[in-house]
């Protein structure tokens, strides 16, 4: 039969040592090794550790960058916290501030109005004094001129003495 | 210098006569595709920028050298690393061997020169770094545990190795190779005296109607059998030199 010929040959060939088949596996194997060694592990490893190293930078740096925010926003935190304890301490000197001067304006007002008032008043009386005078001086006048006339006409009416006692009382107080 | 006849191809040296059997001329194939495969990976893993996502064939290389790496540090550990080349190398090489019977190829790991070379090789492998690590005086020793008797076993047994790792394979890869030609030759005959029937003698073309029926084998001898040996082979050899090392 054919293919037993054939199975034949692939034992045959197979089976049997041979030199040459020693050699070119030897060969091989070591082409093949070395190619490995050389041009697929050695670059592909340092690929790796390439990456690996530009990874663990990065990651340093993503840290670091993580710390410096964290102690900024710290800074940033307390600045914030001084910037309100100022504000208020400023709000509250200006309300203070603001609470004495308006009782100081109040003050000086009430002062002022008073000293006005009292001045107005001392000029009313003042006035009134004058006036006073002024009218009496009018009024001795008048009944010096009404005297003068009564005189001259009936200064006997009853009627008339009463007035001018009166007028004059009155003149005198 | 070369003579080709009926016999085969021969190589005359001196006064001796070599067969070149045809599993030369596949590992020939196979180491120029392998080498020149790896000059394109070094090529593109230069030109490759660490920082972008790997693609192409510079993402398979890197899954093959991490996955060859992980599976070495898990069993043998730290120790070995310089061993990685040599257990991709086995792992592409014998996966390629083993498989290229589908290409129309003789498979190299049919021939137990090439699977007793690379037994030999990983024998050697093993004897010089459990040497390396233990010393000649404390290796030697260790064949004596638990009774100085059982040298002369454990010297055998140490001995056995490079040949049942070389003869696993052949076998199994021999072993497809007859089924697979059996199954063509019987097919083959079938369809033949099948269409002499008619009364046309067709003669080996019978062979030629085989493939639809002999489809399915070759995803079990030559796929799956070839993995299979391929897994075996580089798992024993890594198993092997870590109890070396050990």
Not at chain 1, 101 to 129: F, G, H, P, S
Not at chain 2, 182 to 188: M, S, V
Request: glycine share 8%.
């Amino acid at each position: 039969m054919d293919f037993l010929d054939k199975i034949n040959d692939l034992v045959q060939s197979g089976l049997m040592p041979n030199p040459i088949t020693l050699i070119a596996q030897l060969l091989a194997t070591f082409i093949i090794f070395l190619a490995f060694k050389h041009w697929v592990w050695k670059p592909m490893n340092e690929l790796i550790s390439k990456r690996q190293s530009v990874i663990i930078d990065e990651l340093e740096s993503a840290r670091q960058a993580k710390e410096e925010a964290a102690s900024l926003r710290n800074e940033y935190e307390v600045n914030l916290e001084e910037a309100k304890i100022e504000a208020n301490k400023i709000i509250d000197t200006a309300k203070s501030q603001a609470l004495e001067t308006k009782e100081q304006m109040i003050d000086e007002a009430e002062k002022e109005a008073a000293y006005k008032l009292e001045k107005a008043e001392k000029e009313i009386a003042l006035e009134r004094k004058k006036m006073q005078e002024e009218l009496r001086a009018h009024l001795v006048d008048i009944a010096f001129s009404a005297a003068e006339k009564l005189v001259n006409e009936n200064i006997d009416d009853d009627k008339n003495r009463k007035l001018i006692d009166q007028f004059i009382e009155e003149v005198g107080e | 210098m070369f003579k080709l006849n009926d016999e085969g191809l021969f190589l005359k040296l001196g006064g001796n006569e070599f067969e070149i059997v045809p599993h030369v001329i596949s590992i020939i194939v196979i180491t120029l595709v392998l080498v020149i495969l790896a000059g394109v990976v070094k090529t593109k893993i230069k030109k490759a920028d660490p920082l972008e996502k790997p693609k192409g064939i510079v993402l398979l290389t890197e899954m093959f050298v991490t996955g060859i790496n992980n599976f070495l540090k898990g069993i043998v550990g730290d120790k070995m690393k310089g061993l990685a080349p040599y257990i991709g190398f086995l792992a592409v090489y014998l996966l390629i061997a083993n498989t290229i019977g589908l290409l129309g190829l003789v498979p190299p790991t049919s021939n137990l020169t090439v699977t007793g070379t690379l037994g030999i090789i990983t024998f050697l492998i093993i004897q010089y770094n459990g040497v390396r690590f233990h010393g000649l005086k404390k290796r030697i020793k260790s064949w004596a545990e638990p009774f100085i008797f059982m040298f002369p076993i454990n010297v055998i047994g140490e001995l056995a190795l490079p040949v049942s790792l070389s003869f696993r394979l052949f076998g199994n890869i021999l072993g497809g190779a007859i089924i697979m030609t059996i199954l063509y030759g019987a097919i083959g005959a079938g369809f033949t005296s099948l269409i002499g029937l008619t009364g046309l003698n067709i003669g080996q073309f019978g062979e030629l109607f085989a493939s639809p029926f002999t489809t399915v084998f070759h995803l079990y001898f030559d796929l799956f059998a070839g993995l299979i040996q391929t897994f075996i082979f580089v798992l024993l050899t890594t198993i092997f030199i870590s109890l070396a090392v050990e």
